[in-house]
């Protein structure tokens, strides 16, 4: 079976409250990690796969989000004039290294209803589907390893991440049997279960590879948890008409709609920096020895 999966979909019409009063009139997916937004990472990560075809589903407030990837002529003139040729060829690079469409959810009615919304753009094809808030690693292999997967066995893969026990009650949880390798079948899902009420501590991460017989089932679903169209119900539902697969991975995600992780990934990311690196880990040592 051929990889087919050329589309994905990235869910950006959350309202950010984790992070108010910053969010109030900014977009999330737009506060920065070291000198690029969030949202531009996930894109990066889709186009180094070779999926060139995204669709972002934004809300009220979130032009933003489109102005940032569109070209900023007047910009690019000024930079031109000025001789940065640098900067001018990474703002060309951003505007044109990808084909991004963009529709708004509406209400704000859950993940499952903004994957949903979805459904006229791709069509009957597989496509992948990355959260705003979920940064991989550019070596974190994840997305690629997925795809992977949903070539060899072509039905839907979905990361799955092993969490603290008191962690699992914020994410969907899976119950799982084990395949081969880091491949497990996928046997239930639950929306942030109690940790004593937990199938497994293996949490639903942010990526997802889907057969299109998701649309279907989330157009069926009814509204769960928090009132919303829960993504992981669909998903638990696909998985008891076709096999459903998780991929397993340890190291490299980062929660950015977390605070805590929000500077984790802004500090490691920093410090891999050739530019910023050295000097910002001298910074870090000498303030650390000051404690």
């Known amino acids: 079976m051929?990889?087919?999966?050329?589309?994905?979909v990235i869910p950006a019409a959350g309202l950010g409250t984790r992070f108010l009063?910053?969010?109030?009139?900014?977009?999330?997916?737009?506060?920065?990690l070291v000198d690029k937004p969030a949202i531009q990472y996930v894109v990066e990560e889709a186009v180094s796969v070779g999926i060139n075809d995204l669709l972002v589903i934004t809300g009220r407030g979130k032009r933003s989000l489109e102005d940032h990837f569109d070209r900023s002529f007047e910009l690019e003139y000024y930079l031109e004039q000025d001789g940065k040729a640098d900067?001018?060829?990474?703002?060309?690079?951003?505007?044109?290294?990808?084909?991004?469409?963009?529709?708004r959810q509406g209400e704000p009615k859950g993940l499952g209803h903004a994957v949903g919304v979805a459904s006229g753009h791709v069509g009957d094809a597989p496509f992948a589907v990355l959260l705003g808030d979920d940064i991989m690693h550019p070596e974190s292999g994840v997305l690629a390893g997925m795809l992977a997967a949903f070539e060899h066995y072509g039905h839907s893969v979905i990361a799955l991440k092993e969490v603290p026990e008191g962690d699992i009650s914020s994410y969907g949880c899976a119950a799982v049997e084990p395949l081969e390798?880091?491949?497990?079948?996928?046997?239930?899902?639950?929306?942030?279960?109690?940790?004593?009420?937990a199938p497994s501590n293996l949490a639903v991460m942010g990526r997802y590879v889907f057969s299109p017989g998701i649309f279907e089932v989330l157009s069926a679903t009814q509204p769960g948890r928090g009132g919303e169209i829960q993504l992981t119900d669909a998903i638990k539902t696909l998985a008891e008409r076709e096999p459903v697969y998780g991929y397993t991975f340890r190291d490299g995600r980062f929660d950015v709609g977390n605070k805590l992780d929000y500077l984790?990934?802004?500090?490691?990311?920093?410090?891999?920096?050739?530019?910023?690196?050295?000097?910002?880990?001298?910074?870090?040592?000498?303030?650390?020895?000051?404690?």
Do not use: C, W
């Open 181 to 197: 390798g880091n491949i497990l079948r996928v046997l239930d899902l639950v929306e942030k279960p109690p940790a004593s009420e």
């Open 87 to 103: 900067e001018l060829a990474e703002m060309r690079r951003i505007a044109e290294m990808a084909d991004i469409h963009y529709v």
């Open 264 to 291: 984790r990934a802004t500090v490691e990311l920093a410090l891999e920096r050739d530019d910023l690196g050295p000097a910002f880990r001298r910074f870090l040592t000498e303030r650390l020895q000051r404690d």
């Open 2 to 8: 051929a990889n087919q999966v050329r589309k994905a």
């Open 21 to 32: 009063p910053a969010t109030k009139a900014q977009p999330k997916e737009m506060l920065p």
